[in-house]
């Protein structure tokens, strides 16, 4: 029996972020537009994202906010769509939101009503949408089209968009599908890892800070040359929090990582005074002013922390101070992508368009968001990369 071909304008494989920002764009311009997706549902990472109240994007954005192999790359497309087009997106759709720390915009009711108004736009754009859809492969035409295999229909294109996404959170539909296309087109792949991820410990320090679980600590933490101050959290796995998160994206396996848990007191000069001004109590009584008891019993040894500080000597007290001021880790891994926020790598961006996202030797092949090497940090940047690469590809496509 002779299967059924259908013809379309745009075709975009993954209904997450980018790609229905691309199919709204699209659709708006009169396009014939139709969204694959081999999930049930669309958008469920935007569901997920920000504990489901969508930390969609920031305030301030910049390039400087994003790791890629060409850090250039986003500003285009950072500018032709940008945090403040999204807000009135939202504005237009009265949706509330708020501001949350370091300029972090959250929905304040909930993400699913975020993702109802893509949803909306993408009605009144007139997009169609195929669900628990899975491609078989793709073959490209003459005469720049694009036939698509999925069962039991043969799809032909014009533009070929891969939304398809990274690999975090493979139950929320994600696959590397996007990165075996551009192989497919002979378009570099860049090796990928999971980013804004937690950390796992070896099992002595595992050992050692299990009973630390559930604390959370204000602290700067630091990884090659760059730094975060934030919470970070003892998990019963390792440890976890905003700026452990933040660092993992730079992290590298085998590299330390050194943390200051105090970061807004001089620890030497302030025992330094107490020991001056005569007091007797012990080193561990005086710390439990500035941090929980149970972090100052793992980290610090015990006979200096029972000491009293009369009796603890100057290089004693240094190491101490090192100890809270520069405790240093070296992290056995991450939980990878099973629990990252993101997938850092990936389609190599020096092969793409940065002003439409159109693949620079296969006309009519466009990737937007995550698929791509660019990663934003911890704080809507990977949402504003998404809205904003699906948006740029949405005007060419
Ligand atoms: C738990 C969590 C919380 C997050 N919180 C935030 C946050 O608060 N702020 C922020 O900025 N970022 C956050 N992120 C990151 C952000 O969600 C992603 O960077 C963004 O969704 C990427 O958009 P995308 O369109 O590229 O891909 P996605 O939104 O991941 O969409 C990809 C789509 O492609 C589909 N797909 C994959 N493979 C195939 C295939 N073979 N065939 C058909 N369809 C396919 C998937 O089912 C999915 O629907 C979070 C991520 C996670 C996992």
Redesign the pocket.
């Known amino acids: 029996m002779p299967k059924s071909v259908k013809k379309i304008d745009v075709l975009i494989?993954?209904?997450?972020?980018?790609?229905l920002m691309c199919a709204i764009e699209a659709g708006k311009r009169g396009r014939s537009v139709l969204v694959?997706?081999?999930?049930l549902k669309?958008g469920?990472?935007?569901c997920?994202?920000?504990g489901g109240k969508?930390?969609?994007t920031n305030i301030q954005i910049s390039s400087d906010h994003y790791i890629s192999s060409n850090p250039h790359f986003c500003k285009s497309a950072l500018k032709q769509f940008s945090q403040w087009d999204f807000i009135h997106l939202l504005e237009k759709h009265r949706l509330l939101y708020e501001e949350r720390n370091h300029g972090q915009l959250f929905c304040k009711e909930s993400a699913k009503n975020l993702l109802d108004m893509l949803l909306t736009e993408c009605r009144g754009a007139h997009v169609l949408f195929l669900f628990n859809k899975?491609?078989i492969c793709i073959e490209k035409l003459t005469g720049n089209q694009f036939k698509i295999m999925t069962t039991p229909n043969e799809i032909v294109c014009q533009s070929l968009v891969i939304?398809?996404?990274?690999l975090?959170?493979p139950g929320?539909?994600?696959?590397p599908?996007g990165y075996k296309i551009a192989e497919q087109f002979n378009i570099h792949v860049l090796p990928v890892r999971a980013g804004l991820v937690p950390f796992t410990l070896d099992p002595t320090d595992k050992k050692k800070l299990a009973p630390l679980s559930g604390i959370a600590v204000d602290a700067i933490v630091k990884v090659s040359k760059k730094q975060f101050r934030e919470n970070i959290l003892f998990t019963h796995r390792g440890l976890s929090g905003p700026a452990i998160l933040q660092a993992s994206s730079y992290w590298q396996p085998g590299q330390k990582i050194i943390i200051n848990l105090l970061p807004d007191i001089n620890l030497f000069d302030t025992l330094k005074n107490f020991q001056k001004n005569g007091s007797k109590k012990a080193i561990k009584s005086l710390l439990s002013n500035y941090l929980p008891k149970r972090l100052i019993h793992a980290i610090i040894q015990k006979n200096m922390a029972e000491r009293s500080l009369q009796e603890t000597s100057l290089k004693e007290l240094l190491l101490i101070c090192d100890t809270i001021h520069q405790w240093t880790i070296i992290p056995c891994g991450t939980e990878g992508y099973r629990t990252a926020?993101?997938t850092l790598g990936g389609v190599d961006v020096n092969e793409i368009s940065s002003k439409t996202m159109e693949a620079l030797s296969v006309k009519g092949l466009f990737f937007?968001?995550?698929?791509l090497d660019v990663t934003?940090r911890l704080g809507?940047?990977?949402?504003?990369w998404?809205w904003s690469s699906?948006w740029c590809a949405g005007q060419n496509v």
Not at 36 to 39: S, T, V
Not at 368 to 371: A, H, L, M, R, W
């Open positions: 494989i993954g209904a997450g972020a980018s790609g694959i997706d081999q999930a669309p469920q990472k935007i997920l994202s920000g969508c930390n969609f899975a491609v939304a398809t996404g990274g975090s959170i929320a539909g994600a696959s599908f926020e993101v937007t968001g995550e698929v934003g809507g940047y990977n949402l504003q998404a699906g």
